[in-house]
């Protein structure tokens, strides 16, 4: 019966709630995150009070890592001594300690994240200035604590003569917690500290005259002031932290980029290898090797670069890309009271010196009562020399030492310690020096007693000692800045010359859709025929370009796609080249290429013309396609169409000229020209407004721009295959969506409809009849006739069937329009 009332029913919720609630509090409190007074985690703290009990102090020779470990382990934390072996080994770097507070012998790691040599065969010991953060440790100054097994006692804080949390800084992730405060400058500390003693109400613009920032071990350049000073303030900021380098002249024209530091806790090895990454895979050209120069002297890692390589751009890169240039996340939260708080550097210093003050308070009173009791058994001597002889008498005349103590006590009132001091006294003592030697040390333990009591009862005293002790600390221990702060952050701009081997290359894209780029070379090594391609794909677009342009390409559904040349696949002129929907997937299965528009600058001065199959027609200004940030995989509106079985038959990229015509032709033979002032500028996305008014079953076949006044040859094909050549002035200049008027003569049988219209002037185009006949054509050979003319057979359509397709044969150029 009394085992089941032992017996609790609780939810799995409650107990689970409870356990990682106490665990919580754990790692909180005792493990993760340090104290704000002595700005150590407990294991630090275990391994610096564990090393100064066992003798192994800067003044002393250097002890088995492995031995102060197992000691660590054994009295003070019950945990793996690899985690005590590490933590003592990161006390002991100084790339991660601003001012390290143990000294090795033996490999203890690098800066490129090799691990230390095992406890085994290093040596430590603490350094001069952990003696600082133990000092009077023995005088009662901080609390006492029974260790896991109430065998030893610990410290629950050192007593800390400097302000060790923000000079070491710390790190570390708890549970619902995490820390980041970045290590600081003794010197600028400590006068910081002072200050606040002084004027406990300074501002924080004030502290920071004397603490501008942080102060890394491994230096840098530290950017964003008033991003300091937000993190000073909440405990919270972002700043970035970038490499000290310089620009180095080589021989030949030549130049190397040499990094002298690198930002605080980035790995060095994986810094070279990330730069040698980028020169192997040709993210940029213009790099030639990556050497890393680290030696015993200090770091160097050398960029070298090649002729004419633009050094600052290549740097810019780097700092972009690679750990060159980090952001650092202030995130500083300390235990306060054995509470976890976000703390700010003011909050951080007073409860410092709140601290402080305890231990020099507690230290006075441990030495005035050690003074007091002191001079208790001095005046005790310094009367019974006086007396000396009947001193003697007594204690001739007593049994043995108590009842001699007894009767010093009775005859001449000295008190109980006093006579133990008395009776143990050597004969040699009685000489007359000793009984100068008693005056001179009572006059000193006077002298004593009345400053610390004074240092008790006045807490401006008391401050004064602190700041006393604090500028000898400065004095000792105190160096220059290693960090360099700038005020602002320095925005990285990176052009795209640096990214890309400038080189020129012959662009080509197919009906179809396939795409790339060919080297000179490769061009050259082959005959312009050779181009490889699908069976029965055409070539659209072929052209001369630089890596460094770029080409918009429109397909019939209205779809504009963007692609940087130094992106189109570089391929052999042979090859048949890369698929766009390889890159793109949203476009449809019949959606083909209609026209590629090359350039070297968007120009806010030119606008597409597009006019499209059931009778659309818009300007849109070429600004509108500035890259997007999906242009890899996504393509951009160009019109949007109204139906399905909408496409895009014509467009056209123009200076913003005047005294232009839209002229337009419709299957059915219809001819319609009006000004293109008309026709409105819209964006992107818009559908843009009637361009001619179709009769039923009529619909667009095509659209050029002609002048308003002069000659512009349009070039017609029908269905027939007759092909002739009129003036588009022979149209009298309508209005907007109108009917228009024939272009051909309409016949009662088999009238010839519209199927290619271009304003092409010369060049060749080649017409399909449905039979598979083919029929070259030379543009400025077909004859000109007037408007109602029915040109001349291309094609026997009885032989060979209707026209079918007709292509313009592509000439490639030179140079991008």
Do not use: C
């Not at 082959?526 to 490889?532: A, Q, V």
């Amino acid at each position: 019966m009394e085992n089941k009332q032992s017996i609790q029913e609780l939810t799995l919720e409650e107990v689970m709630g409870d356990r990682f609630g106490r665990y919580s509090k754990y790692i909180i409190q005792e493990r993760a995150l340090p104290d704000v007074r002595d700005g150590l985690k407990p294991v630090q703290r275990r391994i610096l009070y564990a090393m100064n009990k066992d003798g192994n102090t800067y003044d002393k020779g250097f002890r088995k890592s492995a031995k102060s470990v197992g000691n660590i382990m054994g009295n003070y934390h019950p945990h793996g001594d690899s985690s005590i072996y590490e933590a003592m080994v990161r006390m002991s770097q100084d790339w991660k300690l601003r001012e390290v507070l143990i000294e090795m012998h033996g490999n203890n790691g690098s800066m490129d994240g090799d691990p230390p040599a095992a406890m085994r065969y290093t040596e430590a010991r603490l350094s001069q200035l952990s003696g600082e953060m133990l000092k009077d440790i023995e005088k009662d100054t901080v609390d006492l604590v029974w260790n896991f097994d109430d065998t030893e006692k610990e410290p629950t804080v050192l007593p800390a003569a400097y302000p060790n949390l923000l000079i070491n800084g710390s790190t570390g992730i708890s549970a619902g917690y995490a820390t980041e405060i970045p290590t600081h400058n003794l010197s600028e500390v400590i006068d910081g500290t002072i200050y606040l003693i002084d004027h406990p109400n300074a501002s924080l613009e004030k502290i920071m005259e004397f603490i501008p920032g942080p102060d890394f071990p491994t230096g840098g350049i530290l950017q964003g002031k008033d991003e300091i000073k937000k993190a000073y303030e909440t405990g919270k900021g972002k700043v970035i932290l970038r490499s000290k380098t310089s620009i180095e002249p080589l021989k030949g024209g030549k130049q190397q980029i040499v990094i002298h530091e690198v930002p605080y806790e980035v790995n060095k090895a994986i810094l070279v290898k990330k730069m040698d990454e980028i020169r192997l895979n040709k993210k940029i050209d213009g790099i030639a090797e990556v050497r890393d120069e680290t030696d015993r002297t200090g770091l160097q890692i050398v960029v070298e670069l090649k002729k004419d390589a633009n050094a600052e751009g290549i740097l810019n890169y780097l700092f972009k890309n690679t750990d060159l240039q980090i952001n650092y996340n202030f995130n500083m939260v300390a235990i306060d009271n054995m509470t976890p708080q976000q703390v700010g550097l003011k909050h951080i210093l007073a409860s410092y010196i709140q601290h402080r003050q305890s231990v020099i308070t507690k230290r006075s009173q441990y030495e005035l009562k050690k003074a007091q009791k002191r001079q208790h058994i001095v005046e005790g001597l310094m009367k019974a020399l006086s007396i000396l002889d009947e001193v003697i008498a007594a204690i001739r005349e007593s049994k043995d030492k108590r009842d001699a103590k007894n009767n010093l006590v009775k005859k001449f009132d000295f008190t109980e310690e006093q006579a133990e001091a008395i009776v143990n006294l050597q004969l040699y003592r009685l000489t007359n020096t000793d009984i100068t030697q008693l005056k001179k040390e009572a006059e000193e333990l006077a002298a004593e007693v009345k400053e610390l009591q004074l240092i008790l009862s006045s807490e401006r005293e008391l401050n004064k000692v602190m700041k006393q002790e604090l500028r000898q600390i400065k004095k000792q221990y105190g160096n220059d800045r290693l960090t360099k702060i700038e005020d602002q952050i320095t925005e990285i701009k990176i052009e795209t010359e640096v990214l890309i081997a400038q080189e020129d290359v012959v662009v080509t894209v197919t009906q179809e859709g396939y795409m790339k780029r060919s080297s000179l070379r490769s061009y050259n090594a082959s005959r312009p025929e050779e181009l490889g391609m699908k069976d029965g794909d055409r070539v659209l677009f072929a052209q001369k370009m630089n890596t460094l342009d770029h080409v918009l390409i429109l397909t019939n559904r209205g779809n504009m796609i963007y692609r940087p040349v130094h992106e189109v696949a570089d391929l052999k002129w042979k090859d048949v080249g890369e698929h766009i929907s390889q890159t793109i997937s949203s476009l449809k299965v019949d959606e083909e290429i209609m026209a590629v528009f090359p350039y070297k600058e968007i120009d806010a001065n030119q606008l597409f013309v597009l006019m499209t199959k059931e009778g659309m027609i818009k300007q849109t200004r070429m600004t509108e396609f500035s890259p997007w940030r999906t242009y890899r995989s996504r393509p951009t509106a160009a019109i949007k169409l109204k139906s399905d079985t909408d496409r895009v038959v014509a467009v056209r990229l123009i200076k913003n000229v005047k005294n232009l015509d839209v002229f337009v032709g419709t299957y059915r033979g219809f001819g319609l020209r009006y000004p293109l002032d008309e026709v409105p500028v819209v964006g992107a996305k818009a559908a843009g407004v009637k361009a001619v008014n179709l009769k039923d079953g009529d619909y667009v076949v095509g659209g050029a721009l002609v002048l308003s006044e002069g000659d512009s040859p349009i070039t017609l094909i029908s269905q027939r295959g007759a092909a002739k050549r009129m003036l588009a002035q022979e149209l009298p200049q309508l209005g907007r969506a109108k009917r228009g008027l024939m272009i051909f003569r309409e016949l009662k049988k088999n009238a010839h409809r519209l199927v290619y219209l271009t304003d092409t002037i010369d060049g060749e185009i080649e017409l399909l009849s449905q039979k598979g006949t083919t029929q070259t054509l030379e543009i400025a050979k077909i004859p000109v006739s007037d408007r109602l003319a029915n040109g001349s057979f291309a094609i026997d359509e009885k032989k060979d069937g209707e026209v079918f397709a007709v292509y313009e044969t592509k000439q490639w150029d030179e140079q991008p329009g």
